[in-house]
């Protein structure tokens, strides 16, 4: 992998920079978004449709999107979902009718779906396989801080120009185009940087070539190779949705919770992202190093811990302090949940690298599942039943996902270490090939 004269991997480096200029963007219009909505009519629950239509497209086309990075190269369809987002992302500044936000929404949405797996994909490729949680915790904090810091220079836009969106959502699509930059220019596109082989294919290709009969290699790759087993699969992705359901049912909607159901101002609500970017600066790595280290159990019992704390803090103190405290808390539990969901993703991934994308896009369907589905219950839960039902909505929901990850981490433990073995084996041979 290449690396920079201090030891650094440039790749991943090119990625986390991407991964700030993409995430500031996408944070001012995830601030703007939802009161832009709100003046223009938008009830609350059709915010949170708003919010939803993004990611249910995005759950939509993953898989085929995956499939789409595995053949094409990662790098090819980043730069070019990247270039998709940011056409999008300005058209914000022209719409000013209910339904063109739908439409925006959904062609980010479109975009989203090959950008992720893509993403994923080359963190997954470039990572030291001891060390999945602590790259994908990076990445994580450095999304998330620019995140922040998108949502609190939102907040104090809207504040200095009396709400004024379209420039609001132009400053946001320029910030979009130099993520483009930063990928064409340092993120390597040759294919030794993509889906590289699989240990286990290059020992099939060796024989091929030397005129191994194809029903060999089947029966070979057969006894050898461990299945990516379809209840594991499947397990995953509703861990997924649990966990990222009961996070999204806040996050999408907290502007409006704390400007409607707090009482505080456009620019206190802005400045809360900023205090969210200094937790994460300091949690994010921390979550990651203890995932890769200790326990990635432990760091998934804090992420629910933190919602039910969180949701709590929201109930019993709707003004500025518990706003803040709430919200603190609350990202905390992200921050505990990214590096040990992107880390289980890439174990996953790792036993077909061929389709390394594909994969990955699949078992994220869960988590945009649970993206979908997070803002659309909680807003009609609070639509219907007032705020209090949905936080304590949310309570029922963190719980449940807890129970549910003790019994899926436990099973993944007790069947992960015979496939990490097999493929163990199968690198070693072929290094003892190499060497011949």
């Known amino acids: 992998?290449?690396?920079?004269?201090?030891?650094?991997?440039?790749?991943?480096?090119?990625?986390?920079?991407?991964?700030?200029?993409?995430?500031?963007?996408?944070?001012?219009?995830?601030?703007?978004?939802?009161?832009?909505?709100?003046?223009?009519?938008?009830?609350?629950?059709?915010?949170?449709?708003?919010?939803?239509?993004?990611?249910?497209?995005?759950?939509?086309?993953?898989?085929?999107?995956?499939?789409?990075?595995?053949?094409?190269?990662?790098k090819r369809c980043l730069v070019f979902a990247l270039a998709a987002r940011s056409l999008v992302s300005l058209l914000f500044a022209l719409a000013w009718l209910p339904w063109q936000l739908y439409a925006i929404r959904i062609g980010q949405g479109a975009s989203r779906s090959l950008r992720d797996p893509a993403i994923h994909a080359i963190i997954a490729e470039r990572s030291a396989k001891d060390a999945l949680a602590t790259s994908f915790a990076w990445y994580g904090t450095v999304k998330s801080i620019a995140g922040k810091l998108g949502y609190g220079l939102a907040g104090i836009l809207l504040a200095a120009t009396t709400q004024d969106f379209a420039l609001v959502f132009t400053v946001s699509a320029v910030l979009s185009l130099i993520a483009i930059f930063v990928v064409w220019r340092f993120v390597p596109a040759s294919k030794e940087n993509l889906a590289a082989s699989s240990p286990l294919a290059i020992e099939d290709a060796d024989q091929a070539e030397e005129g191994s009969p194809d029903n060999t290699l089947k029966e070979h790759k057969a006894e050898d190779q461990p299945p990516l087993a379809k209840p594991r699969i499947w397990s995953i992705m509703m861990l997924g949705f649990l966990m990222s359901g009961s996070a999204k049912m806040i996050g999408g909607l907290f502007p409006l919770l704390a400007v409607e159901y707090g009482g505080l101002t456009v620019a206190q609500t802005g400045s809360i992202y900023l205090l969210g970017a200094v937790v994460i600066l300091i949690a994010g790595p921390g979550f990651g190093l203890l995932s890769d280290r200790v326990s990635r159990r432990l760091v998934l019992l804090i992420r629910s811990i933190a919602n039910v704390t969180s949701s709590v803090v929201f109930m019993v103190a709707p003004n500025l302090a518990g706003m803040i405290g709430g919200y603190l808390i609350d990202e905390t539990g992200k921050a505990a949940f990214r590096p040990a969901w992107g880390a289980l993703m890439a174990e996953n991934s790792d036993l077909d690298r061929r389709n390394r994308a594909y994969i990955m896009a699949k078992l994220s369907l869960g988590e945009e599942a649970g993206a979908v589905m997070g803002p659309l219950f909680a807003s009609l839960v609070w639509n219907t039943w007032g705020v209090i039902a949905m936080l304590a909505a949310r309570i029922v929901l963190a719980v449940v996902s807890e129970i549910y990850a003790i019994v899926v981490t436990k099973s993944y433990a007790a069947d992960a270490e015979p496939q990490r073995e097999v493929h163990a084996r199968k690198e070693r041979q072929v290094s003892r090939d190499n060497h011949k």
């Open 1 to 74: 992998m290449t690396k920079t004269r201090l030891g650094i991997n440039a790749t991943l480096l090119a990625i986390m920079a991407e991964g700030l200029a993409s995430r500031f963007s996408f944070g001012i219009i995830g601030f703007a978004l939802p009161l832009y909505a709100h003046q223009l009519g938008l009830s609350v629950a059709e915010i949170g449709f708003l919010i939803s239509v993004n990611f249910a497209v995005a759950m939509l086309l993953k898989p085929m999107m995956g499939r789409l990075a595995d053949r094409r190269g990662f």
